[in-house]
């Protein structure tokens, strides 16, 4: 059975702390590429902030709306980003579909809290100061993003 094709709308969390670290994960298909959570929402009519929760919970294990990390820790940054998708993971859409429209968030945790990574998706997870991790990201949006944290960070 083929998989559906990816919808073309997908969200960009920036996880940090009060202290402005920010959370960047490997690539697993792409060592030593480094960035904040991503990923497309699963049906047309998903709310983006589910998407973000969902994303969030498969990629670090982080649950959104547990005791230790409160549903408004997740911030909608009403930040949109829309890009070409990259040669290398078109085939992944519909035929003819170049663009992606990525909504941006942010969530707020405690350094200590547990990091589990999908295996099949990241490598590794490091914390860097806030300027430190835009400059460790390969996406453009996603340094420019985490650029903005000062900006929405509470």
């Given at each position: 059975m083929a998989r559906p094709y990816k919808i073309p709308e997908s969200v960009l969390v920036v996880i940090h702390t009060p202290e402005r670290e920010?959370?960047?994960i490997e690539r697993a298909d792409a060592p030593g590429t480094w960035q904040s959570v991503t990923g497309s929402k699963d049906r047309e009519d998903e709310p983006f902030d589910e998407t973000a929760m969902r994303?969030?919970?498969e990629e670090t294990g982080i649950v959104v709306?547990?005791?230790r990390v409160p549903r408004e820790a997740l911030?909608?940054?009403n930040l949109r980003n829309v890009y070409e998708i990259y040669p290398a993971w078109r085939h992944r859409y519909a035929p003819g579909v170049t663009r992606n429209t990525e909504h941006v968030f942010g969530l707020t945790v405690?350094?200590?809290t547990p990091i589990v990574l999908a295996p099949r998706e990241h490598l590794a997870w490091r914390w860097l100061p806030w300027r430190e991790a835009a400059?460790?990201?390969f996406s453009f949006s996603n340094a420019?993003?985490?650029l903005q944290l000062p900006r929405f960070a509470r």
């Open positions: 920010v959370l960047l994303e969030v919970a709306g547990s005791a911030v909608d940054w405690a350094r200590d400059d460790a990201c420019e993003a985490i």
